[in-house]
């Protein structure tokens, strides 16, 4: 009877044991889940472009520039590690053609480089010091080659696919391919030197592409605009945005389309695959190694804003290291991603929540295996779950005594599917609940930063879901605040400024290229900066003690005499008032700029939009120089590549130096054949 009664009781709760919430919408593969889990890992540009200075070859660079000294791939894997990367994708041959390795299908190689005397290959060194130190390596390996004859044709198919075959063969496991959206337009071309655009959509036949990476290398990532498993962010500033969906209309995108970023980038509520966001930046404004970026490499806070915009809006992050001519990684970029790893240990070293109590709303079947307790216990597998259908739920951790926090992490349980709609935050304080934060989505991680409060509880409150929550992680940080360097600005008088990042930090400079320390100029007040001068400072909190990084800015001659002499309308002094946050918008196609003064010069900048989704931006322009607004000489013409995707500054050097009054920039394309243009800035280099 006793037996009977216990197996009874055994049966009835197993019969009750409550069933695994159903998934919802498109869900990840297991590949995609571990893809995810890698969270961030490293780009590596490299190849000729390294050795011409610039971001885009023509495809007709001879072979012969490719010699690196002192090539370590040992370096770029162990940098990548200290930086907290999980892997690195390298450029095997980026749109100039050039091949990093030695293919049996073109010439145009490292075989015909004097590095190694041809018998080098980049791509094995690396995949064996990946391999030593244990990290993940990929390929990007560019659709568009500005070198190959057959680009264009159906042969040239033939010949991507049997170069990704040698890829996909002989380097080892990868995980990940990259297929950029850049591709069709001007090259070399074997020798024909023309335009050759591509139907982007069919051209490529993606599809049987896709197979082969499939048979050959089942467990790896295909990326590109449309996926199929991971996508851009849309962006090369390196973050996702306040509201990012990790499924996406896949089959309405294809790779390059122009709409993409603006239309299509954050993924869909209603996506109908799986197709989660990465966020690509370099850690300079350029992609390829520059000497003259070596002042540029991006600050603490910088990389601290990117990490937290990616990661930490449902992403993962893919940070560029430029390779030098060297063959290495710049000593100021490493300082940089160390500093950046150690700052990222710090914010996240102390969970608060950790073995605390936590008290949902719903349970789902109230079951132990679903409660709240569950956000808690650092494993990702499990998760509070709340009733199949109840879109609003809401849990609280109870510190039990008054903790400082300004960090929160938030994950979705996705191999069910990406749920949340909108959530927010409010913290109890003696008693009395008020909101702190309010956003749209989470997905795999989402990690709110917000001022220092101070409060005994905390509530994540749902307020809208696809489906019932399933909510696998909460944890909660006081991360150590940094004191942000200042922003230096200068009008067009020539007046310049520091914007104080915090009341209370005082702020000191030179203007001498020499590094500010506490014994440099004290900022007081507004001072001109009339010729050439490098500015150079930090933000110092006198309480705390603390500094800021340095931050510069080089100014050439002030603009006080400058005019744009066929001015479209009032707006044309936006692009000669060294703010690149106002704007020129000009359906013109020149622009005749009278700088006041004789002067010589050895180069100008252009700077586009600086909007989110740019406009009117120049990509070739011819550029001619006068001293009387009548005669006109062409001093260059040229390409400004990649200024689509990375919207950045552009400096262009004269190969000579010449002496104008009169510059006229004429725009010769836009990107997207736009009929308006917009100058942000106008920028001249001038001898010194
Ligand atoms: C872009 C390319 O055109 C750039 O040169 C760079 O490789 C970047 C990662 O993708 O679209």
Redesign the pocket.
């Known amino acids: 009877m006793k037996y009977l009664l216990l197996y009874t009781t055994l049966l009835l709760v197993t019969c009750v044991k409550t069933s695994p919430p159903t998934p919802v919408g498109p869900i990840p593969t297991q590949e995609q889940l571990n893809w995810q889990k890698m969270e961030f890992y490293g780009?590596i540009?490299f190849g000729l472009n390294t050795f011409t200075n610039a971001?885009?070859g023509f495809g007709n660079t001879d072979p012969q520039m490719f010699n690196p000294t002192t090539i370590d791939t040992e370096q770029w894997v162990l940098t990548a590690k200290k930086a907290g990367m999980k892997g690195l994708i390298i450029?095997a041959k980026?749109?100039d053609g050039f091949c990093l390795w030695p293919s049996t299908y073109t010439d145009y190689s490292v075989r015909n480089s004097p590095w190694k005397n041809g018998s080098g290959d980049v791509i094995k060194e690396l995949s064996e010091a990946c391999k030593k130190y244990g990290l993940k390596m990929g390929i990007?390996l560019s659709p568009w080659d500005r070198n190959h004859s057959e680009y264009g044709k159906p042969e040239y198919i033939s010949y991507f696919r049997a170069q990704l075959t040698e890829l996909l063969t002989n380097y080892g496991p990868l995980f990940e391919i990259w297929f950029?959206?850049?591709n069709g337009g001007d090259g070399y071309y074997g020798g024909a030197n023309e335009i050759r655009y591509v139907d982007k959509r069919n051209y490529y036949d993606w599809e049987n592409t896709h197979t082969i990476i499939r048979n050959l290398q089942p467990d790896a990532i295909i990326w590109s605009d449309s996926g199929p498993d991971a996508r851009w962010a849309g962006n090369?500033h390196g973050y996702a945005y306040e509201t990012t969906w990790s499924p996406l209309v896949r089959d309405s995108i294809y790779g390059g389309m122009p709409e993409y970023a603006k239309k299509y980038s954050m993924g869909q509520e209603n996506g109908t695959y799986w197709v989660p966001a990465e966020a690509?930046v370099s850690i300079r404004p350029g992609?390829f190694y520059h000497v003259s970026e070596d002042t540029k490499v991006k600050s603490l806070k910088q990389l601290l804003d990117i990490y937290y915009k990616s990661v930490g809006q449902n992403a993962t992050l893919l940070l560029?290291l430029p390779i030098n001519t060297q063959g290495r990684i710049h000593k100021k970029d490493s300082i940089q991603l160390i500093k950046m790893n150690r700052q990222l240990e710090q914010d996240f070293k102390n969970n608060l929540a950790r073995n605390k109590k936590a008290v949902a709303s719903i349970v789902r079947g109230k079951s132990k295996k679903y409660d709240a307790s569950m956000v808690l216990d650092d494993d990702y597998s499990t998760y509070w779950a709340t009733e199949e259908g109840s879109s609003q739920a809401s849990l609280i951790i109870d510190f039990e005594q008054p903790k400082q926090f300004n960090r929160i992490v938030i994950q979705e349980y996705i191999p069910l599917g990406q749920r949340v709609k909108k959530f927010s935050i409010a913290v109890e304080n003696n008693g009395t609940w008020h909101q702190i934060a309010s956003h749209s989505t989470i997905g795999y991680k989402r990690i709110l930063r917000f001022p220092k409060v101070v409060a005994e509880r905390v509530k994540i409150i749902i307020h809208d879901a696809k489906a019932s929550p399933l909510i696998s992680t909460v944890e909660v940080f006081n991360a150590p605040v940094i004191v942000d360097e200042p922003i230096i600005k200068r009008n067009k008088e020539g007046i310049v400024t520091f914007e104080i990042p915090e009341k209370g930090t005082s702020i000191y400079y030179t203007l001498n290229n020499n590094e500010p320390d506490l014994s440099s100029h004290s900022y007081k007040q507004p001072f001109l900066v009339s010729g050439p001068t490098t500015v150079k400072a930090f933000s110092y909190d006198p309480d705390t003690e603390e500094r800021s990084e340095t931050t510069s800015r080089r100014f050439d001659i002030s603009k006080h005499k400058w005019t744009i002499i066929n001015a479209s309308n009032e707006n044309s002094m936006h692009a000669i008032d060294d703010d690149h946050t106002t704007e020129y918008r000009t359906n013109d196609k020149e622009i005749i700029l009278d700088l006041g003064e004789l002067l010589t010069i050895k180069g100008f900048t252009y700077t586009p939009s600086q909007e989110r989704w740019p406009k009117g931006i120049i990509s070739h322009f011819t550029l001619f120089s006068s001293t009387d607004n009548k005669s006109w000489h062409k001093v260059k013409a040229g390409e400004f590549?990649?200024i689509a995707?990375?919207p950045n500054i552009q400096k262009v050097n004269f190969d000579f130096y010449i002496k104008s009054q009169y510059l006229k920039l004429k725009i010769d394309r836009t990107v997207n054949h736009s009929d308006v243009v917009i100058v942000a800035e106008l920028n001249i280099i001038t001898k010194q």
């Open positions: 780009f540009h971001e885009w450029t980026h749109h990007y950029d959206g850049a090369e690509d992609w560029n590549s990649n995707a990375n």
